[in-house]
């Protein structure tokens, strides 16, 4: 199974799963505190935000916060990519696009699953590559040099040395998420948190056919949601304070990172300027060269994508660093590595 | 990890950043919207706490066994939006008597103590709201004999005057909605003229502690 639909078929689950709550007496609970019954998982942020809010400390919130933490440092930023429904949401956008020419299934699942649609054309020269190995591999770096650069992918390109900084409006959003709560004593980011909006939604139109329920809530909720999924296109990696707790948090995070066998890497092994690892990145992380890449390693979602794409199946996502028999380095050897690969690579783009 | 050549911040970040986080802080202003007094399930009844420690996450309402616990709406105010109230329309509040002994799930699951009953709380000296009797929509009041109201209410807080007509005993009601999510004053053909909700219905309390009525004057 193609592992962008395995990542659509979790969060489908999950919200399946929350929808069934609904309609039962379970107690599951949202995201915004999911679980069952009386013991849930809550979202940290609402954690806080209602403790800053209401002032006091709360026994169930501190140890969810805690379980949390010790959730991120293991897994990263992974809820983004497999649980969150919003980057499900922002698939609809191909829907309102004007040009949906180019709708092979390639094409659709490159869209929304980050904010960079450029990598779209780079991907159908990755899926050339990887299905057969020896001559295709040329033409595959002939056609990905071509179409990536006139792209203007700065994200992939060393010469463009724009990085992405490690404060971001998300973590200003964070910070004044916390602020507005302690000073106004309500969570005010859960007004328009997409995440909870979402659910909001399903309970509302739940309830409007099950009940009769009508209300205003269900167009200010949905109007609400399609301005912040919609438009807001960069709304993931630049505004979510979510995202930024947990890329904060993901900086100590040292499992399941991308891990490089050199030993079948093709720029290692051969000498190829290969970098499909880099292009199927949705947070633009370069795997194999996490000095040079634009986004900084904190920023991996664990989707997959990179394991995906790599010609030789030599990018590993391991438990612990180094851990797999492959002979894989960490990701520091990754970028040790890669003190070789661009000069490898200069050579190449000189002659 | 070349974490030191990073840029720490760039300009455009820093711009859109502040503006983000002052629209953010912007949306606190809210607090300041009056906002309607709403029924609160059990545990829920000083107003400002479940507004400040209510994180929207809707496990009230899904647990709630009698399911009269419902999101409130933008009507409602919008800070109120989102967060639990009360709905008699189909069953009643029994502090979860049948469903767990007397212990209001409601307030087992609340994972930030937005509803949090304070120590001693107990069905009778919890007030939800007071039971607010219209007669003019009231088929009690035309003389048909209905006492469905009379009838259902726990807590003996209503009693039936010399017509066989109910009325409501306010010091002694509570507020849990059985004369409410029993009373066919709409169901059983509209009777009375321009009749919009039940007879009976249960008021919120205001901050201060009064009833906000709907017809009379208090």
Known sequence: MRIASLRVLV??????????????????????????????????????????????????????????VILIVLVGRAFCSWVCPVPLLQKLRAVFRKDSKLTTPDEESTVGT??????????????????STAPPRVAGKAEKASLCHSNGDASNCSSCAQKRGTLDPRHF??????????????????LICPIGLSFAAILLVVRLFSEGDLTWSIVIVLLLLTVEVLIFRKWCSQICPLSAF?????????????????????????????????????????????????APMSECTKCLECAKAC?????????????????????????????????TSEQERAA | MGESERPGITRRSAVVGAGAAAVVL??????????????????????DQVVSACIRCEKCYEICPREVIVPSHIEAGILNMRTPTLDFSGDYCDWCGEANNGDPLCDKVCPTLALRLP?????????????????????????????FCYDACPYEAMELDGNNRPYVLNDRCNGCG?????????????????????????????????????????
């Open chain 2, 178 to 218: 059985a004369c409410e999510s029993v009373c066919v004053s709409l169901q059983s053909g509209s009777i009375a003229e321009g009749a919009d909700e039940r007879a009976i219905i249960v008021r919120p309390l205001r901050q201060d502690g009064s009833v906000l009525y709907r017809w009379k004057p208090s």
């Open chain 2, 119 to 147: 120590e001693g709380a107990s069905a009778k000296n919890t007030i939800i709201g007071v039971a607010e009797l219209y007669t003019t929509w009231c088929l009690a009041y035309k003389l048909i004999g209905c006492r």
């Open chain 1, 246 to 294: 947990m890329s904060l948090l993901a900086k100590v995070n040292r499992t399941f990172r991308p891990a490089i066998n050199k030993a079948t890497c093709l720029e290692t092994a051969k000498g190829i300027d290969c970098g499909l690892c880099a292009k199927a990145c949705p947070e633009d992380i370069d795997p194999r060269h996490p000095k040079r890449s634009y």
């Open chain 1, 173 to 190: 959003v964070l910070g004044g998420s916390l602020l507005s709560a302690a000073l106004f004593g309500f969570p005010v980011f859960c």
């Open chain 1, 311 to 343: 010609p030789t199946k030599a990018l590993r996502l391991p438990f612990l660093p180094g851990s797999r028999a492959n002979g894989a380095g960490s990701d520091d050897s990754g970028g040790l590595g890669g003190s070789g690969g661009p000069n």
């Open chain 1, 114 to 131: 980050g904010d960079t649609d450029t990598t779209a054309t780079c991907r159908s020269a990755a899926s050339l590559k990887t299905q």
């Open chain 1, 11 to 68: 969060a489908l689950a999950v919200i399946a799963l929350i929808t069934i709550g609904f309609v039962t007496n379970i107690g599951i609970g949202t995201l915004s505190s999911f679980g069952w019954s009386d013991i849930s998982i809550l979202c940290p942020l609402g954690a806080l935000t209602t403790m800053l809010g209401a002032k006091i400390l709360v026994p169930r919130a501190l140890i969810a916060l805690v379980i949390v």
């Open chain 2, 26 to 47: 912007g949306l606190g202003g809210f607090r300041f919207l009056p906002t309607e007094p709403t029924l609160r399930p059990p545990g829920g009844q000083a107003t």
